[in-house]
């Protein structure tokens, strides 16, 4: 048995790790589409961080991967808004899981369920939170409204790559390996 000091180090490293991962998935891992635009995997991280890593130190890898993203890219003014949207889309995913997990103990099958659901809430947090802070804190006003489609497009495709990858892990149960 891991001891509490112990625990909290790994769970620090692993932080470090996805915080990693998600800046990674970001700037590296980024699919062309249609528009001109790209759809990045960074918001399939969030939602894994959130699975495995719990509210505290999901929402911190999640919230500070991203931002270092944006950092690196020269989107610096996007930073403290995408520390923020990211950390509570960790958070919110957290949070569905929690509230169903009894079921999905007694009927593992629904996890899959659990899991997309909370990614969906995710992403409609990462939507209107860009919305927001595009038209109150940039001054974007109604401009704001063009970013809604793409960013809807980059949130479906962390539904569906956040939402197999955490039944990936899930299935190989590598979480109870790492966290008591």
């Known amino acids: 048995m891991k001891s ?12 470090a790790l996805f915080a990693s991962l998600c800046c990674v998935a970001t700037m590296v891992i980024q ?3 249609p528009t001109g635009g790209f759809l990045n995997l ?16 999901g929402a911190a890898a999640a919230g500070l ?29 957290w949070l569905v ?9 007694k009927k593992p099958n629904l996890f899959f369920l659990f899991t997309a659901l909370g990614a969906v809430l ?12 595009e038209a109150l804190i940039l001054g974007y006003g109604a401009g704001a409204f063009a970013s809604v489609l793409g960013n809807s497009v980059q949130g479906a495709a962390g ?21 008591k």
């Open 4 to 15: 509490g000091k112990s625990n909290a180090l790994i769970k620090t490293v692993l932080t």
């Open 31 to 33: 699919i062309p589409t």
């Open 42 to 57: 960074g918001d399939a991280v969030v939602v894994v961080s959130a699975f495995f890593l719990g509210p505290v130190y």
């Open 65 to 93: 991967g991203s931002a270092l993203a944006d950092i690196f890219a020269g989107y610096a003014q996007y930073a403290p808004a995408t520390f923020i949207i990211k950390a509570l889309m960790a958070l919110c995913v």
């Open 97 to 105: 899981l929690h509230i169903f997990r009894k079921i999905s103990d």
């Open 122 to 133: 995710a992403e409609v947090i990462m939507v209107l939170g860009y919305l927001v802070f």
């Open 159 to 179: 539904i569906i790559a956040g939402t197999l990858l955490t039944e990936l892990l899930r299935r190989t149960k590598i979480k109870e390996k790492f966290l």
